[in-house]
């Protein structure tokens, strides 16, 4: 991580070392790699509430932060397009260019939802994909552009609860391969493509990643700007107990 550490944060244009692309996924797996740390946190609150999970994880992630990225800083609650906030958004200390892309301070350089698996009730069962016509959902913020508006890569954090990382996966392709079947409330349409795949998990350390890619809402022709999610997972059910 050392030489991706002082590419990172260099500021200006990235030039040298590795491509750009590789600075968001250094990012990325920042992020992955700090859950297992979080969970098992001894002096971490209990609590299965999403919004003590996500105050939490951010105060973490920005701990380790200091250490290992201390150009960027995650913010709680950040603002998101019109009304709406992200769970939390990562940002630069100084100006740096993703992508041929300029960020300043005040820029999102990753936003992140966090759902909780399975949701909190019945009639939000599918949230980590949509909300329907209330637009809560993951997947579907992001196909909006509510959150992460030209962004080329987003993240959502989930915390398994419940079951495990394997019938999740399977479960929320299932519900993407039902709304493509199906006209949904929100206007968005839905392609089979859109399946998160990739997956990969860690039995040791208790977590699980996937990757999809999803048109944003202006894009529904699925030819034009798109955006990939990250998809990151930490088994919380034994710390949950």
Known sequence: MSGVRSELCASGKITSGIAEKQHLDALVDFIYRTL?????????????RETVLNETLCGMLNTRAKREIPCFH???EA??????????????????????????RYDTVLA?????????SRDREREYVSGGDKTTGGIQRFKLSEHG????????????????PQ??????NRWIIEFAGSETDDGLSWSEDEKLAGF?????????RARSRHP??????????????????????????
Request: proline content about 6%; some cysteine.
């Open 74 to 76: 995650f913010i709680h």
């Open 149 to 164: 508006a030209g962004l080329p890569v987003a993240v959502m954090v989930g915390y398994v609860q419940h079951g495990t």
């Open 36 to 48: 297992p740390f979080w969970r098992d946190d001894p002096e971490r609150p209990e609590a299965d």
């Open 200 to 208: 990969k998990n860690d039995r040791i350390l208790r977590t699980a």
């Open 216 to 241: 944003r809402a202006a894009q529904q022709d699925h030819r034009g700007d798109h955006i990939q999610i990250e998809h990151l997972w930490v088994d919380m059910s034994e710390a949950e107990g």
């Open 79 to 104: 603002a998101a397009t019109g009304r709406r906030s992200m769970d939390m958004a990562l940002k630069p200390d100084e100006k740096c260019v993703f992508s041929a892309r300029e960020y300043t």
């Open 112 to 120: 992140i939802e966090c759902k909780r698996l399975p949701a909190p």
């Open 167 to 172: 019938t999740w996966l399977g479960t929320i």
